[in-house]
Nanobody, 121 residues
Framework: QVQLVESGGGLVQPGGSLRLSCAAS????????MGWFRQAPGKQRELVAT???????NYADSVKGRFTISRDNANNTVYLQMNSLKPEDTGVYYC???????????????WGQGTQVTVSS
């Protein structure tokens, strides 16, 4: 079984910062791309940022210059540093990983349970 567990969410004032972490554990042969998605109330889940195994990154236009995604391959962990937070960044943030559990199994998407981020004064 593969598990992704997020942490680091919370309540922050506009202009503040938060750092999210997501640790993958369980039966893991290899982790390829990892990413962060978010879902605001009444809206569809949207991509925030992704990072490949080699460290190539991609960001939603709305977070470019404010958010930074990074990963620690040795510890199967991905991070999202969020600066200059805005009320519109509020939502549940989900971690996603393209993970191969065993050498003989295909790569599949795995998701964390989500962590709430609220930006409000």
């Amino acid at each position: 079984q593969v598990q992704l567990v997020e942490s680091g969410g919370g309540l922050v004032q506009p202009g503040g910062s938060l750092r999210l972490s997501c640790a993958a554990s369980g039966s893991i042969f290899s982790i390829y791309a990892m990413g962060w998605f978010r879902q605001a109330p009444g809206k569809q889940r949207e991509l925030v940022a992704t990072i490949t195994k080699l460290g190539y990154t991609n960001y939603a236009d709305s977070v470019k210059g404010r958010f930074t995604i990074s990963r620690d391959n040795a510890n199967n962990t991905v991070y999202l540093q969020m600066n200059s937070l805005k009320p519109e960044d509020t939502g549940v943030y989900y971690c996603e990983g393209d993970i191969q559990p065993k050498r003989w199994l295909p790569v599949s998407d795995y998701w964390g349970q989500g962590t709430q981020v609220t930006v409000s004064s």
